[in-house]
């Protein structure tokens, strides 16, 4: 038996087949480049692909939010309950009451200690629900976070340690729970052309509390292991002790 094909039917099946590899091509172009021999035989180079590929499907933080979306976090307590909101843990009420209820800590009658936790715990529960509402944050950070003058670039450079996401902050009043900021390559340099206002910056980079770097920041996820929060940058502020807007940058 012989089958014959129209010339439109052999017009239709070279069509279906070309479309069948244009698509089967844009697949691969879609699919990440797999990693080196060498990438693969670096213990490094692998913990460095899965933390991106980690972060990659974690919540992002939207440049365009409003100002009146970030919440000013300015004690320890705040980030307890936004670290528990993050990770979704439930709040370990024993260890909450300890940092927030004098007495809690003052007796060791297991009665008044459950009566306590039973006051207390609906309003831990309220506190981490809105901490989880407001996941945009300002912290505002002491120390020395910036290298001097770049005069070739007319700009301050963030110290490495921060940019990186190396540093950790965190209150005195409840130390036990800390944040770092990540994604903030593209912000490691504050630009300042005007000569005068980097003079006046660049007297005051090695002075104690004369600056203060104001992180405009959301929060991603959390380290269960540090009880961390790691947020990510979305701009960054340099102040002087009155407040006074001096550099910034943003995404």
Not at 32 to 47: H, I, N, T, V, Y
Not at 201 to 222: C, M, T
Request: hydrophobic residues 40%; glycine residues 4%; charged residues 30%.
């Amino acid at each position: 038996m012989t089958f014959r094909i129209s010339a439109l039917a052999l017009a239709s099946t070279l069509a279906l087949t070309l479309l069948a590899a244009c698509g089967k091509k844009d697949e691969a172009a879609a699919s990440p480049a797999a990693p080196s021999l060498a990438e693969a035989r670096d213990p490094e180079a692998l913990k460095k692909a899965a933390e991106a590929q980690r972060v990659a499907t974690l919540p992002q933080a939207d440049p365009a939010a409003p100002a009146a979306a970030y919440k000013l976090i300015d004690s320890g307590n705040q980030l307890m309950y936004l670290y528990y909101a993050v990770s979704g843990l439930p709040a370990d009420m024993g260890q909450v009451a300890e940092r927030l209820s004098q007495d809690y800590r003052a007796t060791q009658d297991g009665f008044k200690r459950q009566d306590i936790l039973k006051v207390l715990e609906p309003r831990v529960k309220a506190e981490i629900a809105a901490a989880g509402e407001h996941r945009y944050l300002i912290w505002e950070a002491e120390g020395n976070l910036i290298e001097h003058y770049d005069f070739e670039r007319k700009q301050f450079p963030v110290k490495e340690p921060f940019w990186k996401g190396d540093s950790r902050f965190y209150y005195n009043d409840n130390s036990s729970y800390q944040i770092s900021f990540g994604g903030a390559e593209k912000l490691r340099n504050l630009p300042v052309a005007d000569e005068n206002l980097a003079r006046e910056i660049e007297d005051k980079v090695n002075k104690y509390d004369a600056l203060k770097l104001r992180v405009y920041a959301f929060a991603q996820d959390a380290d269960l292991n540090a009880k961390l929060v790691r947020s990510q940058v979305v701009k960054l502020e340099l102040l002087d002790r009155k407040g006074r807007l001096l550099a910034s940058a943003s995404r």
